[in-house]
């Protein structure tokens, strides 16, 4: 979903399909760590289907530049390649047009084709296309290359 700050900032896309929430009201929505993150992910060589759930998702506001803050991993994949890392937690939101990555050489949202938290360019990346070599999750049994994912937010109870 290679899209400017601007689409990313108020959400785009339908909501049965493709579809971005937008930053500002994930920021307004994650301000009182009320929700769960929730990615749901099929890998694309095998067909199996993969879950990774995070208790703690917050996004700051645009003033800090939709910075993640995300942690307390689980799931049926046994390797977090969201939270563990510096390439996504602590990071702030990056597109083609406001490159926010810590990375020097490049920005990490034009060359992967959709924004996204980027350190240097990441560990999982869910907004990318399919067949670009930019739609994974790192060390997913059977090679890190998705079919499909959806990312989503769960109620705390």
């Not at 800090?64 to 799931?75: D, E, I, R």
């Not at 049926?76 to 969201?82: E, K, Q, S, V, W």
């Not at 926010?100 to 990318?128: I, K």
Request: contains cysteine; positive net charge.
């Amino acid at each position: 979903m290679n899209r400017s700050w601007a689409k990313f900032k108020v959400g785009f896309g339908d909501p049965s399909g493709n579809y971005w929430l937008g930053n500002d009201l994930l920021s307004q929505l994650t301000a009182n760590n009320s929700y769960m993150l929730m990615f749901d992910m099929q890998q694309r060589n095998t067909g199996y289907s993969y879950f990774a759930k995070y208790s703690t998702f917050r996004v700051l506001s645009e003033a800090a530049n939709y910075t993640l803050q995300v942690a307390g991993f689980s799931s049926n994949i046994g390797h977090d390649a969201f939270s563990l890392y510096q390439h996504h937690n602590g990071q702030q939101f990056s597109t083609f047009d406001r490159d926010n990555d810590r990375s020097s050489s490049s920005n990490c949202a034009a060359s992967r084709g959709g924004g996204f938290w980027y350190g240097s360019c990441g560990t999982c990346f869910v907004n990318g296309a399919r067949g670009t070599g930019y739609f994974y999750w790192w060390n997913l049994p059977g090679g890190r290359d998705l079919q499909l994912s959806r990312m989503y937010l769960l109620c705390k109870q």
